[in-house]
């Protein structure tokens, strides 16, 4: 296959080759644009290489941390290593879209061994704020950003996780790097007109050829770049645990802290079978000028001691207790502290045991 007047097919027409344009696609897509702009950019003698990595889902792009990120960026670094190796003596460009963008600019800041010489993006999804000037090559500035006035995507990609930016909808607005604005949405840079039109004098010669005078920026653009939707997510998750901790849905109304005409249905019902032997109350933690109540529920039909203690010193209390629980008492239903005129603490307790069949009195400790 013939580039302009190199014949690409061989060791020596590759060997005089001197510019190649590696091409990285981003996610959601198998890179078929590249094989279209393979043909357009050839026809103008620019020799291209199409990075492809397979398809990249939305869950893996967004999941947070790097593992899912630096696989692809491992699988693009050794495509373009082969590139080099297949075009020995070439300078490369590179041309990347939307989370090839992230992968073309992370690779190139890490890892000193590749080269550059001309840097496009479109659709990018960098941080405003990523070190260009930074990239560990000496690329030829400056690094074009083609951004597109109706692209969502970038912001989205701001909004909704870690890790990535809205360059590609709002500009780097760096020194060394021209932001280009067109009137189109994420996908319409990868069109042969396009190509043809903006990125091939730029390749070739370093013209950049102007765009639209950028306008106001979007309402949703604004929108998602001030309220983020990953903190609005991790605030609703919040909000759902402390519902479920203070609702406790798994419970029984039994079991559950409740208001006062709550408390009073769940007790009507539950004393058809169940006793009360203990009843608590509370300031509610929504709102304190309201009361909530629990209930200690026994079967009417159980067969129960109980042991009661008012007045224990707290050691007194502890050693008591080590020895009920030891007796088969279950831990205490009720345990109260208060201190006295003389400034010492007691305690206030109150114990259950539940009779076995082969039990005919309540064990030592109970009254």
Same mark, same amino acid.
């Given at each position: 296959?013939?580039?302009?007047?190199?014949?690409?097919?061989?060791?020596?027409?590759?060997?005089?080759?001197?510019?190649?344009?590696?091409?990285?696609?981003?996610?959601?897509?198998?890179?078929? #644009?590249?094989?279209?702009?393979?043909?357009? !950019?050839?026809?103008?003698?620019?020799?291209?290489?199409?990075?492809?990595?397979?398809?990249?889902?939305? +869950?893996?792009?967004?999941?947070?941390?790097?593992? +899912?990120?630096?696989?692809?960026?491992?699988?693009?670094?050794? @495509?373009? @290593?082969? &590139?080099?190796?297949?075009?020995?003596?070439?300078?490369?460009?590179?041309?990347?879209?939307?989370?090839?963008?992230?992968?073309?600019?992370?690779?190139?800041? *890490?890892?000193?061994?590749?080269?550059?010489?001309?840097?496009?993006?479109?659709?990018?999804? =960098?941080? &405003?704020?990523?070190?260009?000037?930074?990239?560990?090559?000496? +690329?030829?500035?400056?690094?074009?950003?083609?951004?597109?006035?109706?692209?969502?995507?970038?912001?989205?990609?701001?909004?909704?996780? #870690?890790?990535?930016?809205?360059?590609?909808?709002?500009?780097?607005?760096? /020194?060394?790097?021209?932001?280009?604005?067109?009137?189109?949405?994420? /996908?319409?840079?990868?069109?042969?007109?396009?190509?043809?039109?903006?990125?091939? /004098? +730029?390749?070739?010669?370093?013209?950049?050829?102007?765009?639209?005078?950028?306008?106001?920026?979007?309402?949703?653009?604004?929108?998602?770049?001030?309220?983020?939707?990953?903190?609005?997510? =991790?605030?609703?998750?919040?909000?759902?645990?402390?519902?479920?901790?203070?609702? @406790?849905?798994?419970?029984?109304?039994? *079991?559950? #802290?409740?208001?006062?005409?709550?408390?009073?249905?769940?007790?009507?019902?539950?004393?058809?079978?169940?006793?009360?032997?203990?009843?608590?109350?509370?300031?509610?933690?929504?709102?304190?000028?309201?009361?909530?109540?629990?209930?200690?529920?026994?079967?009417?039909?159980?067969?129960?001691?109980?042991?009661?203690?008012?007045?224990?010193?707290?050691?007194?209390?502890?050693? !008591?207790?080590?020895?009920?629980?030891?007796?088969?008492?279950? /831990?205490?239903?009720?345990?109260?502290?208060?201190?006295?005129?003389?400034?010492?603490? =007691?305690?206030?307790?109150?114990?259950?045991?539940?009779?076995?069949?082969?039990?005919?009195?309540?064990?030592?400790?109970?009254?």
């Amino acid at each position: 296959m013939a580039i302009g007047m190199i014949d690409v097919s061989s060791v020596e027409g590759r060997a005089k080759v001197d510019h190649v344009v590696i091409m990285v696609h981003g996610i959601r897509d198998f890179g078929e #644009w590249e094989d279209a702009l393979d043909r357009e !950019l050839g026809k103008s003698g620019i020799v291209t290489v199409g990075i492809k990595y397979g398809y990249f889902d939305a +869950f893996r792009f967004l999941f947070p941390g790097s593992w +899912f990120r630096n696989a692809v960026i491992r699988k693009v670094a050794q @495509r373009v @290593r082969e &590139a080099q190796a297949l075009y020995p003596n070439a300078q490369y460009s590179y041309l990347a879209h939307s989370f090839g963008t992230y992968v073309v600019g992370k690779m190139l800041l *890490e890892d000193p061994s590749f080269r550059a010489h001309r840097i496009v993006f479109c659709g990018s999804v =960098l941080p &405003a704020d990523f070190p260009i000037a930074q990239l560990r090559c000496n +690329f030829s500035a400056p690094v074009l950003n083609d951004i597109g006035t109706k692209d969502y995507w970038p912001v989205l990609a701001l909004s909704s996780t #870690w890790g990535y930016g809205s360059a590609g909808g709002t500009g780097f607005g760096q /020194p060394n790097v021209k932001d280009r604005y067109h009137d189109h949405g994420h /996908p319409g840079f990868l069109k042969a007109r396009f190509a043809k039109t903006f990125w091939v /004098p +730029f390749f070739k010669s370093g013209e950049v050829i102007p765009g639209i005078v950028p306008t106001e920026v979007r309402y949703l653009v604004r929108l998602l770049y001030v309220v983020h939707l990953k903190y609005a997510a =991790l605030c609703a998750l919040v909000l759902l645990a402390s519902f479920w901790v203070w609702q @406790r849905p798994d419970l029984s109304c039994t *079991e559950k #802290w409740l208001g006062g005409n709550e408390y009073q249905e769940c007790f009507d019902s539950a004393k058809v079978d169940l006793s009360p032997i203990v009843v608590e109350g509370r300031r509610s933690w929504l709102n304190p000028s309201l009361n909530e109540f629990r209930a200690k529920w026994v079967p009417k039909t159980a067969r129960l001691c109980f042991a009661a203690r008012s007045v224990l010193s707290r050691a007194n209390y502890a050693k !008591l207790n080590g020895n009920l629980v030891d007796q088969g008492y279950e /831990p205490p239903l009720s345990v109260r502290s208060f201190v006295d005129a003389g400034n010492t603490e =007691l305690v206030q307790a109150v114990w259950l045991y539940r009779m076995k069949e082969e039990d005919q009195v309540c064990p030592p400790g109970s009254g």
